[in-house]
Nanobody
């Protein structure tokens, strides 16, 4: 499956952004979807994941209560709504898909989008 992430940008602390992840090539609903982020010099960090149907979601503690992951299988698109953004949220955000249960482990994802930059200023 091919993934394309977009929607990043610049926002002031406390603001909101919505990232989108468009999938093509295979049946999107056959894959769990996750969002990860990475800053220079740091390891890739799990942000959120969602089950095939969208019924179950998982979040990193650092974003719980501020970020919401959803998906629309009819549109082959996943989303990450980010509210109350903080400067520490500044990173390149990647969407990814897999078909196993290791939702928080990046190397267990098979397909990755190209990343979209989110910059949060204080």
């Amino acid at each position: 499956v091919q993934l394309q992430a977009f929607g990043g940008g610049w926002v002031q602390a406390g603001g909101s952004l919505r990232l989108s992840c468009a999938a093509s090539g295979r049946t999107f609903s056959s894959y769990r979807m996750g969002w990860f982020r990475q800053t220079p010099g740091k390891e890739r960090e799990f942000v959120a994941a969602i089950s095939y149907s969208g019924a179950t979601t998982y979040y990193a503690d650092s974003v719980k209560g501020r970020f919401t992951i959803t998906r629309d299988n009819a549109k082959n698109t996943g989303y990450l709504q980010m509210n109350n953004l903080k400067p520490d949220d500044t990173a390149v955000y990647y969407c990814a898909c897999n078909q196993n249960t290791d939702y928080a482990i990046g190397r267990r994802y098979d397909y990755w989008g190209q990343g979209t930059l989110v910059t949060v200023s204080s």
